[in-house]
């Protein structure tokens, strides 16, 4: 650093964020005409938006350099967040709005000639992630900064993210998702670099002691590249750091030899092989498909992750028996487990620890989050695979799991059924490596992610797991969402509402003080202004619907939403069938009889895994039925289907504020938390769903009388999937009414669908569709009668909202940090 003496003129130059329009417009102006080279001659929107990023990221990234000094010297316990996913959406908005000059910037962009709103809409989602897993590491960044903790994220910088979704004739195509042209929230460092080592093999040698050491030797190295991204807090100076890993070849890699032998051609192949590794983000929501890129991504991130928090530590010369009141490590799910093995390796190869204390380091670094009971999604690897690429790493998972299953064996002699069910390594053929139960192994804490899913978790997939670790080391941390984005940001007029009757903006960094809209719940006016904003966000969703697919609806419907991944848990079949049921009977109808009906706009949105052939039959069903009403002259706006391409997250920052009704259908006892559904209830819609997840903690604070639930319940799942299988399953008059429609080609080729029907009538009906439809419809029947009586639907929507203050991801956080962490803020002046 610099010396004492030049300090001052350091100090007297010290870049000061600009505070008030004048100074943004400045900055503005200097971006345009300097880092842009462009002028007012040619500055289009899409200039002006980088100008205007450009001057927040400036004023971020002072901040995030005092927040990283301030952290440095008070030298408490930091947090570090493992997740392969991290699906940010936007981030000028939110910028704006958490360093509190949105209106600042919305004079200055207005007198330069634009419109803040165009200006917002030309930036391109980072979308690096699927769904839920990756949108809750967002959130948690967000309540991370917000309450002021020490924190990193760590990731992979994929080159694309979540492919683009097209729908043509009905079907889903996919088209990459190019993110990187010009992203200025991003800061490359290329000074941070990492090489990381695969494949070779293991030497071991003797050391002066006597003690076995283990050499891994050749194989091939891939340099990481740090690219960090600044994390604003919401009404704080505190500002984290993101850091996304980019593979290159490494500069010994790139082999100089074959280039001057004329083997240009080689040479650059090895480059673009090097690249690939965090070319793209695996396109699969819950699916693990055991591909060896993924397990190459998996531990290159984590090797590059670990060395830098090593390196953190070490600068710190503390003693390795203090790492862990240092370094707390969260694995965002199974992806980073690798990272227990990494810290291992680490401290026993290459710091000489002994293997005991390297381990209790180890196990009191690392928490595990499960996100999923589903057993297509839980991470299995060949063991030829893992020794062909981390030769050294099996081997210490092999010990790992001796040590374990010896420790089993003490407490469950001759118990030779227990060791098979918990040993690290399935006895498959070919032999696997368990991921998950490597993660409970190596971490303190194991978390689910609601409560019905950390139970079922506790009784099914890791039962045997808490009886051997005993119960105090698993535990629940009920998910949650940021009020700033999924509020403030996405719902401008109901959170300056909200601002009005509850004293002030409080309750975005105090969520329960929501509870005080109650107290307004008589007031006409204010019930009158809040049906007046759900009226306001509907018609903006209905000019987008019009602007993009050129139909038609009615503001004045009840807007029926479901947005989420396509998969057959989740049930977008049962709401389309639901949907199918529903034209019939319209169609039955007198005209007279017709227009006694309540109005309905069916939405969907949301993307499927390319390979996942179902869930694209699925979307070809509810275009193909929308295309049918659509355009029934006789239906009308009694119905329309909708499909909404390209489900994101700021696409759901305009969907979710326009719900009336959204749909979290999932078969019970299959989605572990979910978490639009807190988005959707928080914006003042209602929700239908199955008592699953966190729909179950919803319905506990909002009240019973304020959701409709419907549906089996997971403990009966079980009973009901047996019954389908080995009893006489059949499917009852009016589901079989929805297949014959289908099958006589009402909505297309029959044939297209004949999979989807005989899935749930010939094949066992894993998802229970018809178990559930008939309370499905009647519960939908319901919502109709209670929807024509506005009054007391606003009620209702008024006292959930006042009701949703424990689904923050500030509470979620800060039990994590007390629970499982032992973390505390550090207090800014
Ligand atoms: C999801 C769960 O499906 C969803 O219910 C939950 O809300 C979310 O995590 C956040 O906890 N899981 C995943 O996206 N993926 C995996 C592999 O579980």
């Not at 392969?84 to 959406?89: A, V």
């Not at 001057?260 to 590794?277: C, K």
């Not at 804490?445 to 079922?456: P, Q, R």
């Amino acid at each position: 650093s610099i010396p004492e003496p030049q300090r001052e003129a350091w100090k007297k130059h010290q870049v000061q964020g600009f505070t008030d329009k004048d100074g943004f417009e400045k900055e503005v102006v200097r971006h345009v005409e300097t880092t842009l080279a462009r002028s007012l001659f040619n500055c289009d929107e899409g200039a002006a938006y980088s100008a205007t990023s450009l001057a927040f990221r400036d004023r971020l990234i002072t901040e995030w350099n005092r927040t990283q000094q301030r952290q440095t010297t008070a030298d408490t316990k930091r947090v570090y967040y493992l997740s392969l996913e991290f699906l940010m959406g936007r981030a000028l908005d939110n910028a704006m709005l958490n360093v509190g000059l949105k209106d600042v910037a919305k004079g200055g962009i207005d007198e330069l000639g634009f419109r803040i709103e165009d200006i917002i809409e030309q930036e391109h989602d980072a979308a690096l992630g699927n769904g839920g897993l990756g949108r809750l590491a967002a959130c948690f960044l967000d309540s991370l900064a917000s309450l002021n903790y020490p924190a990193w994220g760590y990731g992979l910088r994929y080159r694309y993210g979540i492919f683009k979704q097209e729908i043509i004739n009905g079907y889903q195509v996919e088209v990459p998702d190019y993110w990187l042209d010009f992203n200025p929230w991003e800061f490359p460092r290329h000074d941070v670099t990492v090489d990381i080592q695969f494949y070779g093999n293991v030497r071991k040698s003797q050391d002066d002691n006597g003690k076995t050491v283990a050499h891994w030797e050749g194989g091939e190295i891939v340099t990481a590249v740090a690219y960090d991204m600044p994390i604003p807090g919401y009404a704080t100076p505190s500002t984290n750091n993101l850091r996304l890993w980019s593979s290159k070849a490494s500069s010994g890699e790139f082999d100089f030899q074959k280039f001057n032998n004329g083997d240009y051609e080689s040479s650059v192949a090895d480059q673009q092989r090097a690249e690939t590794i965090s070319a793209v983000l695996y396109p699969n929501d819950n699916l693990d498909r055991g591909k060896e890129l993924r397990l190459k991504q998996q531990y290159f991130w984590v090797a590059a992750s670990l060395y830098d928090i090593v390196r953190r530590f070490k600068k710190t010369k503390r003693a390795w028996r203090e790492f862990s009141d240092q370094v707390a490590i969260q694995l965002n799910d199974t992806h980073p487990t690798l990272a227990v093995v990494e810290l291992q390796r680490i401290l026993v190869d290459i710091e000489g620890l002994e293997w005991d204390e390297a381990w209790n380091i180890v196990t009191s670094t690392f928490g595990y989050t499960n996100h999923t009971v589903l057993p297509e999604a839980l991470e299995k690897w060949p063991v030829g695979l893992m020794q062909h690429l981390l030769p050294r790493h099996l081997q210490i998972i092999y010990d790992i799991n001796l040590f374990f299953l010896q420790t089993v064996e003490k407490k469950f002699p001759n118990d030779r059924e227990m060791l098979t069910n918990v040993s690290i390594i399935e006895e498959s053929q070919p032999k696997m490596v368990r991921m998950a139960y490597l993660a409970i192994v190596g971490s303190h804490k194991v978390n689910g992610v609601a409560e019905l899913h950390s139970d079922l978790i506790q009784t099914t997939i890791f039962k045997d797991f808490v009886e051997i670790f005993g119960a105090d080391k698993f535990t629940n941390v009920t998910n949650g969402i940021t009020p700033r984005r999924w509020l403030h940001q996405a719902n401008p007029r109901l959170s300056e509402l909200v601002a009005s009757k509850t004293g002030g903006h409080g309750f975005l960094k105090d969520l329960t003080q929501l509870n005080k809209l109650e107290l307004s719940i008589d007031d006409a006016a204010f019930r009158k202004e809040w049906a007046e904003i759900k009226y306001a966000n509907k018609v903006r969703l209905t000019k987008y619907i019009k602007k993009t697919l050129d139909v038609t609806v009615n503001p004045s419907a009840l807007f029926d939403v479901q947005v989420k991944r396509i998969h057959e848990y989740k049930r977008q079949q049962l709401n389309i069938f639901g949907v199918i049921h529903r034209y019939l009977a319209l169609k039955a109808m007198s005209p007279e009889e017709r227009k006694k009906q309540l109005p309905r706009v069916s939405i969907f949105g949301g993307k499927a895994a390319p390979g996942y052939w179902m869930a694209k039959q699925i979307i070809h069903l509810i275009n193909n039925v929308g295309a049918v009403v659509n355009k029934d002259p006789e239906i009308g706006d009694l119905l329309k289907v909708i499909y909404l391409e390209d489900y994101n997250v700021s696409k759901a920052e305009m969907i979710v504020p326009a719900s009336d009704l959204s749909e979290h259908i999932s078969t019970a006892g299959t989605e572990a938390s979910g978490t639009s559904n807190m988005k959707f209830v928080l914006n003042g819609g209602l929700i239908i769903g199955t008592c699953d997840g966190a729909n179950i903690e919803i319905t506990r604070e909002i009240g019973q009388e304020n959701i409709f639930l419907f549906g089996t319940l997971s403990e009966d799942v079980e009973d009901l999937r047996h019954a389908h299988t080995y009893g006489s399953h059949t499917v009852d008059a009016d589901l079989n009414k929805v297949f014959e429609a289908i099958q006589n080609g009402t909505f297309g080729e029959p044939n297209d669908f004949g999979a989807m029907v005989a899935a749930v009538r010939d094949h066992g009906d894993y998802y229970l569709v018809s178990d559930d439809f008939q309370s499905y419809i009647d519960t939908q029947k319901m919502v109709d009668n209670e929807y024509r009586n506005q009054d007391e639907w606003i009620r209702k929507c008024i006292r959930s909202v006042a009701r949703m203050g424990f689904f923050s991801s500030d509470r979620c956080i800060n039990e994590y940090a007390e629970g499982i962490w032992n973390v505390e803020p550090l207090v800014v002046n």
